[in-house]
Structure formats: structure tokens, C-alpha cells
């Protein structure tokens, strides 16, 4: 089995001309995909719609590829969405395939599995049930994937459910009880779950440690893996995992680093250092074709202070704080990259340190 | 003479707490104080109330330390502020101070000097009259500063008057015709007066080439030490100008480098080491006290693209362009030096290249 | 031949499971289907995406009923879109289907046609070319609808494109020049275009007076009932008239009545008394089943002032002007009518007068 | 004693002009202001700073008037300011000042009174003790007008204290935990502590009714007459309370009423003629010089629909939900007085019904 990835931009949300270019050149089999993460222009909020809007697109494409109907494709290609390009970001999507080793493997490569849990009841979100759900995919993609040793794991992304007001009141009527049914909150909740469900299935943290009672409350324990997206489009949690494997062949491999705060220039330099990428002060031109792939997770430090000195994201009441991280570590990044074609994502709640967050990258050996 | 930074934090607008602090335990002079430039928390657009605000708090402040009234205090000393700490950014403000020197004079030096310009007419703003009155208060801060040769000046930062709609309508009158009525359009062509008065007065270009036809056309006319800051609360052209010079005495100098892109993480690293601090990739903890002031001017590249890749600045209904690039340059330069006290400042038509910008850092030697 | 109107909500903008609902109960048959005007929950500016994926999830609905491809729907159906549901407005689209008639014409009844202009090139938009062919495709229109006399033409919407940045980039490849290429100015220079087509289709004013250099110039030059949007995701002009025609059998009426400003709350009830429906404060219960749709168009006013007073929709850096008015207007309308189903649309330079716009409204005799 | 109101109008936030003019002419003696609220054109939220710039423009200018300094005048001088003038909505404010009868009662008219509470803590904001902060301070504001019976108070205005990010920080070092050190959701519940206070005071509820568990759970407990702002600014309760009394002379009046919902247009109605002013369907010229001010609460409601309708305002990640609500019901009210000098405040938690709020209008007789 080997791994390919292509990263590829839009002019919109719904522009899918470049995969489908691809398709018709004969450069990849659409049966091959199995993944898609991508970074849409919306506001990355509740009322974020590009994310919608490019999984109809996508799976409009697939299913006249595949023969499918469009819910299918949806059921069966994670296609996982990220809304927000704020500052120099790039809006682009990564396809991630899987297809039969054209050689023997020769040391560990990228290695990806895909899993879906059954879909989530709106009580269920942002707690244990959810926290579980996760767990159990995450380890069912990493078994897609021939991932033994979660040492091998370098990111794991998922995608998660959050109430809306009509699931809220659905739920209501049932007799039921929403964590919250303030949807932003809600979406927060969600990604928490997500993120403890990931550190469980990697082992970064035990199931007593990561509970409901430690959300927002003990920082401490976080998943410096896990990469967790919600949204209101989905019902069921989907996952991503990337790993390296000697099973796998390809010329591809992953790394990851820990940020430990939203000035931690370091650890950028440190992620593209184990793929054998210096960057002093940036990616030389002739390393930048071997970076194909970046993944960011980023959040606002909580005490409403970077190193000592006051930042106003938390008191913003005309831009998200979400927004305002992810255009300053997507700057960040960028300028050590020397690229914007960068999937920086907010919301990483006990996705990292508080306040801080983590990378991953791919590239070519 | 010689030349004192004091880099302050505020806690709001209002909050001249930390420079009252100087005053009252005598570590610095009322009378020594000769300009301010701030960074204040607004969205830094025509309706960014927070300058007016801080000016007013300062003002009052001033008026009581050298018993003046709050006018006078407002026509004498230089108060430049711009609105936006988008992302990572701390509120704060520098102020400069100069004293007698307490030293000779060892190598050359920081060299700071100001100027007013005659108040602007509503129809002035942005046209041949703006440009030739900013490079007139140029060379009058230039004398102020003892500073002759235009390569000894590192930074010139100018707060210029825009027109709002009330001005508008007293020109129009007079029978008299604004270049613009819309208050962010005038606050655009206000800059690149300025910008262009800034390269005039340092000898970048000729008047010939610097002239109306040039502005938003000819983007190889740029002056690469001008920051230009314009808002609704002023009438004059106010200029402050950093320079090196053999007369000042002092531990202290003053950089500068242009920014080719938004990207360019390289221009950062080579304003710090002219300073002869290192970023690999990161300013040390030992040098960090050092650094004392960082400036730096950016913008969206006008084509929508950086190194090729689309970005979606210009085209956000949501969030103003300016306050996108804001974000994007403060977190990249906030990851080299470690600190998010920096003056990051829109805005930066003619001011380095188109999507560019320009940095100046002041560090004791 | 008789009209038929549906209005409909959604849940999202990729929502279209009303009309799926209408199709499967045989309420309404797809090939009756001739226009869609609907409201979709974006921000009305060059990056709402709602307007597009709304436009993706019907086209593929009827492709599917129709036995159609998706471009065949799009270039046959007009479906025209407006983003921004602020304050109380909700989002919703109006179905308008035309059908054999049942009974024989009693009275004029609402009539309906609808046209398509050739695809715009980016350098005409805005320009002379752009109202000629919008003038010509509101004939083709009322043609279709088998008015023949302009004074039967109670609103006119047209959806028109925008140049972007990519339109701008091509067309200078080609030697052309646009208008602009900064696109929010783009699709204000469209809408008036769009506009001064309309007001010279129905006889409103003359070629000479309605060409471009009265654009922006001349506030009194405007049509009392063109509804103009426009936006990046269309390449022709889109044009569906509405009016009252003795040749035409059904139930309904439309009328219209211009609003003088943004308080104009006279001209709302003006046109729904002209449909015998009165509202003193507000439609009644009993009235309220006949009203059947409502379209609003509304601006800003330019001189920044509403009767006498400040308002500060123009020097906000933070919302757009053009929701801060759809917010105003919406809620003032929805008082009245006592329904938030209501199309109000911004941007309506030369649609009404300078800082008022127009009203039209259809309900059952 | 008599009271007399002057509504006048800014041109920013630190415009304090009319008033000084007022100074100036003779009209009105210093020493009888006793309170102000106002309408300044910030974004209503933790981050709106025009509160604190026009609080500092006033006690600047009354300080000097009454040769007190800057914190007396503060303490003094209740000032009460509501960011946000979304839509029509123009910057003012109502300047209520208290004199000695110039002629014999004669009937009831405006009587107006203020009270000050002590200081809150953090850890006190948005529970019993900030509640029972309120009562007391609305009776004695009630006192202070010789105001006996509830019934004869139309309008209770309250500023109150919210937490801050240091004010949290602070409590936490002493040990003691705040309800919340989110600062805008502190600002939600200080404004229901408020809400609370105002009704046990006016004997609309009861303690054991009106406590912290009926918070954002049982909107059937509010007052009809409350209208709560919430504003870092400030430390300590500060009440205006409006009514009308027999042992007032003068010729202004006060009425109020209760808006069930975001479109009740019959409220506004229904306040304007207890006035005596009729509005069919918009107040005349004659009658509009009478109207001297106008208050109103208003709040998007909180399960997404208003009459069975969905809006968007609660899912918004790009404007606040209050921001919206503002400028709808803004644009409601001011289409019927025909006047865009509105005191709109959104924040309307526990003042009227839920998703409705209140409106109160004083006029002379």
C-alpha cells in the first residue's frame, strides 16, 4: 500500500476544477481517494457555510466518478472541513489516496486510515458518549491504517457533530437534555470530546484523567496529536489518521511538534527539521516542492496573555477570537513555510497547551 | 542630547497609568517627553474612536504635569497613534523623551525630532498640497533632530489628517471639491500623500515621479522608511523622525528594512542583526531586554496573491483587509522577537513594495 | 395562463427540502417552475458563498426533475439570490411558476417573465454596454410576460455579475481595462448599470439621461421599481419582471410604492393598501395569509444623514453599510407586515431616491 | 422641583459640544445636571471603549464647571452610556437636569432621581448580592424623586459593573471565584442582576421569585420598566429613575410600554399615545417637536424564531447578536416617531418579555 497526497486550491468553496482535472488527466484513480482536509474562505463559525457548500461540490464530483448517489459519498469519504483563511491563508483543499504499492517499502512512510462512528445524538455532544465515540473511531482508522504503535501516530483529524437550535429543540421534545444549545459552545464542547477521545486512543491520557469534569478546567491534559474541526453539516464523527508505517511504501512521511504558545517559532522549525527540512529563517526554494502538506492547530491563551503581555482576542466583540489566531500563527507559519497554502485551524482546546497548539507536516523523503 | 524609549502597556485606551507611574518616581522628565506613538486597540478604520480617546487621556495627563491646557498639549508634542492590535498585538505605547546628554557622544546614536505641518484643507487631503506640506514637516524634524544626511534616517512615522463626511460638506461650501468624500478612501490617499512627501524629503524619488498620477498606480515608487497613519482626529501633518547620528549620546540605535512580501521573515532577522541581536529563529532571553521598540508597516497585496497563492483579504465583507494583514505580519514578526509589543500598522500603500511593507526596530547598543 | 407563488424557508442555504416537499406531493410540477428570488443568510458581499450553494442544491434538485443538466437549469431558470438576513429577516426564497390557466381572466392578475442578456466581458460591466443589455433583456422580459405597457410593470429583479478578481486579471491579459477591479465598487457600478437599464425599459427616463457619467452623479435619475443584485457567480444578466395583466387568470396582485428614506414607513403601508390590505399599526391575522411575498430595496444615504440626524452606517469599519440598512429597513417592514419572511435588499443605488429605495408586494385579491 | 430634558447629539464620542454650548448661552446651570444617558457609536461589547471616551469628555467638561475634579464628578454624576447605533440609529445623548419650581404643580409630571450603589466585587457581579445591590439603589433613587408608589415609575435606567479579565485575575488571587470570567457573558448576567433588582424594588416579582436560579431559565420573571447596561467602565451600580409625580411641576411627562416581541409595533404605539401622540402610521411634524426622548430595550429571541419564523442573529459569528437586534427594532421605533435620536439597547435579559423588551418615551404635555 502506498500513500499519495495532493494539495490543491479553489477559487471558491464550490471550485473543484483542480480534482477534477486531475480525474480527467488520468493523474488519480477517483477510487483511490479515501480523504479529503480541507480550508475553506467562511468564518469558521456556526454560520459557516462554504463548508456545506464544498461537500456538495465534492460529492457531486465523486458520486458521477464512483457511481454513488451523493449521500454515499458523504458516508464514505471523510471529507473534513475547516472554514477560516484569515490574513495570508490560502484557501485549498488536501486529497489524501491510498493505492498498491508500486515497490517495496524501504524504511517507515506515510501511512492513513479513515473511520466514521455512528452518529450523535444532540445529548450526547460534548460528553462522555462522545468522548467514547471518538475513541473507538480513532482506533478504528488507525487499524485502517496498520497502525500498531500509536508512537507512529504523528496526527489525528476529526470532525464532530455540534447542536443547533433545531437539534436542541429536537432533543427538548424528546425529553432529552443539550449540554448547551448555544451552538458556539456547543461547537467548543464538541471539540473537546473530540480531543480527549483522540489522547485516550493514543494513550496520552487515561479515561479517569480525561472526563467531562476536566473539560476547560485542567489544561493539562491534552492530545498533542489531535487536530478536531465541528461543524453543523454532519451528524456522525469522522477521523483521519496519519502515521508513519514500514508497511506502507511511498516517498512520503509525517511529523509533528508541539506548540507551546502562539509565538513558538520553534517548534515549526522543529516539525520541518524531522522531515529533514531546515528553515533559517525560512524553506529554501529548492526544499519547498518536497513540502507537500501543513497542518496547524492554534487557540487564544485563555488568561488573556501571551508571555506576560495582554492580547484582546478574548474581549473582541467584532471579530472572533478564533479568527483572530488563526491569522496571526497562520502569518506565523507562513512566513517560516514561505507558503500560504497552510490548514491552520482555531478551536484546539486541550488540542496542545493552553494557549498554544500543535503542527504536523508531510513530506517527500 | 540624548535619546530615552519607554515602551509602555495599557490596560485600555484611557489607561496612562504606567507613563503617570514614570512621572511620579521621577524616572522621567514631563518636560523631556517630545512624542508618542501607540498601537491602541480600535479596528483602526474612520470610526476607531480609541485614538481619540488615548490622545485625550494623554492630553490631560500632560496638560496637568506642564500646566498647559490640553490644546496646547495636543499642538506641541507629536501624538501618533494607530488603531488595531489584531491576533497576538499588546496594546502599547513608546514614548521619547530627550535630555541633555549625560555622556559624550561614542559612535552614532539614536536622534529623534519632530515637526507639525500648517493644518490641511479637506480638498488638500491626498493631492500635490499634501504631499509638499509632509515633505516640508520632514525636513523640519530632520533639522529638529540634528540629522543631515537622509541616509541617517531609519524611520518617519506621520499621522496625517483624512476627510470625514462633515469636512466634506463645509469644503463643498466653500465651493471647494474633496478628492474623495469616502472617509476610508481619503484615509488611503492621505497615506500615500504622506508616503510620497516621506520619499521626497529623504531624497527616494524625484517630484516628478512622486506626484498625484503615481498614486495607486505606480507602486515602484515607495519611500522604504515611511509609516503613515491617518485618522479623523487630526487637521496637521504630524512627523516624527528616528535617525543615527555622531551628535547624540545615549545607548541607542535605530534600524530598518524593507519587507518584499508578507512572507519576508528574512527582513525581520536583518533589521535585529543591523542591531546585532540574532533570531534563530528566535530572539534569545538574554537580548530580548535589549530590543526596545519594533515598527512595521504592511499590507494586502493588491493582485490577491502571495508567492503565487490566492489570499482572500480583499475580497472579506466581514473583516477589513487592513486588520487581516494586521494580524498575519504582527503574529510572524511576534514569532522572531518573541514579543507581541509591536507597532504593526496597515495602511502601507507606497510605504516598501506593493504587499510589502517595511520594519525598524530600536535596540540599545 | 396564470401565476403561481410560493415562498419557502430554509434551514440552511443548501436546504431546498420545501420545494422537494412541493414536487413529491404533486403541489407543484417542476416544469411550471420558471424563477426563484431568495434571501439567503450570507453577508451580501463578494464573499458570500450562500448565494452559490442555494443556486448549486436547486439547480441539482431540478436537474434531477427535469431530467437536466446542472448548467441547462442555471441557464434557463434565473434564480436570483441577495445575502444578508440581518436583525429580525429570515431566510427564505419565493418560487414563481407559471401554468396553464383554470379559469378565465377576471381583472389583471399577476403576470410573470422572465430573460437572460448574453454573458457580460468584465470590462463592460458597469459601462454603456451593461445597461443596454440589461434595457434589452427587461423587453425580452415583459415580452414574456405579455406586458406590453410599462405602467403594468411593477417590479423588475435582476441579477447581474461583478468583476473579481480573477475577471479583472483576464481581461488585462486581453489588452481591456475594467471599470474596476476593486470588486465591492464592481458590484455597486453593476447594480447602477442594472438600474439605469431598467428605469430606460420602462420608460422612467431617457438614454441620454441614464448613461454613465449620471452614475453616482445624478441621484434624481433612478427606477421605481428595478431590484438590482449582484454578485460573483454569474456571468449574464438575470431578469425577472412582475406586473399586472388583464391577459392573465389567478389570484394575485402586485403592486409597488417607493420609499422616500429609511423611515419611509408611509410608502409601506401605501403598498399594501393598494392590495386592500391595510396595517394600522399592522396587518391583521386575518390579512395576513394573502400577503405573499414582499421585495424591499434600500441604501444608505449618502450625505450621512437621515432627516437632519447622523447615522453612522458609512464610517463603519466593522459591518458593512449595506447590512447595518438591510437590518433597519427589515425591521421597520416586518413591523408592519408583522412577518420576517421578507426579501430586503441593499445596494440600491438609483433604485428609489438617494437614501431610499422601493417596495413591492404580492398577495392573493 | 422640576425636570427638564435636553437631547443632544454628537459628532464622536468625545464631542461634548452642545452641552458646553448650553453652558456657554445661559440655558442651563451646571449644578442642576444630575444624570445622562446616552447612545454612543461604539460596538456595545467588553470592547467598546466610546463609554469610557465620552464618560471622560464629560467629566473633563464638568469638572471644570464645577470646580470639581475629574473622580468627584464621576461619582456624582450618574452617566449612562449604551454603546451601538446599528442601522438609522444617530449618536446622542439626554441630558436630565433638576430645578427649582418656576410655577405651582399641576397635575402629575416628570420627576427624576438618582442613586449610586457601593461598589461590587467580582466575585459579587451576577449574583444575590449584586441583585440586592440594585433593589436598594433603585429605592433610593426612587427617594431621591420622592417618588412613593411603584406604579408611578415608568423607566429605571441602571449601569452596572461587569468582570473583566484582571478584575477576575484579582478575585482569584484573593481566593474568592467569579460566576464567570467570560466578559461577555458577565455583562449577560450582571444586566439580569440588574433586571432582578429593578423588579423586586418596583414590587414586580418577589425575592424568593427573582433569584440567580431563575437567571436565563424563567423569563416569565422580568420587569416592564428595567433597562440594564453593562460596561467595564465602571464599579459600582449607578440608577436613574423616571416617573411622574404631583409634586412636580414642568411640562414634560413619562409613559411606557411592553414589547412583546421584535415586531410589536403596537407598543411603540400604545407609549406614544399615553402621550398623547398619535403615529398613523408615523408621528407629524407637528406633534414630532414634543417628543423629547425615547427609550428602548430590546433582544433577539432566544429560540431562533420570532413568530414561528427563524432568524439568523443567535448563529452569527460575524455580528453580535445584539448588534443586530439594535438595528432591526431600531429602525422598527424609528419608522413610527419619524426621529432617529433612539436610546436602542440591546442586552435585554429579565427587561420584558423574552425576544421582546420595552419602550418609554418622555413628552412634553
Redesign the interface.
Known sequence: MQASVYRL?M????DLSELAALFESGSLDPSHVIAVIGKT??????????R??FT??FA?LMAGKLKLDIPQVIASIPCILSGG????????YTVFARSPASAQPDGKRLAIGVAFSVPMLPEQIGRQAHIDAVATAVQAAMADAGLENPEDVHFVQVKTPCV???RA?EATRRGAQVLTA???RSMAYARVAGAFGVALALGETTAAAASEVAMFADYGIYSSRASISSG??IEANEVIVLGNSAAWSGDLQVSHAVMQD?????A??HALADLGIP????VSAQDAPRLRAVFVKCEPAR??K??G????????????AQ???R??????V???T????LFVSGGAEHQGPDGGGLIAAIAQV
Open positions: 486550491t477559487s471558491h468553496p464550490g474562505e467562511g468564518n469558521g463559525g456556526v454560520n459557516d457555510f462554504t456545506g457548500y456538495l461540490a457531486t483563511t484569515e490574513g495570508v491563508l490560502t484557501p485549498h443547533t437550535l433545531p429543540e448555544d451552538p458556539g453543523v453539516e502562539a509565538l513558538d517559532i520553534g515549526v522549525s528553515a533559517l529563517p525560512q488568561a488573556g501571551i508571555r503581555q495582554r492580547h484582546t482576542m478574548l474581549e473582541d466583540t467584532d471579530i472572533n479568527r483572530h489566531i491569522g496571526a500563527v497562520g502569518g506565523l507562513a512566513g517560516v514561505g507558503d500560504t497554502r
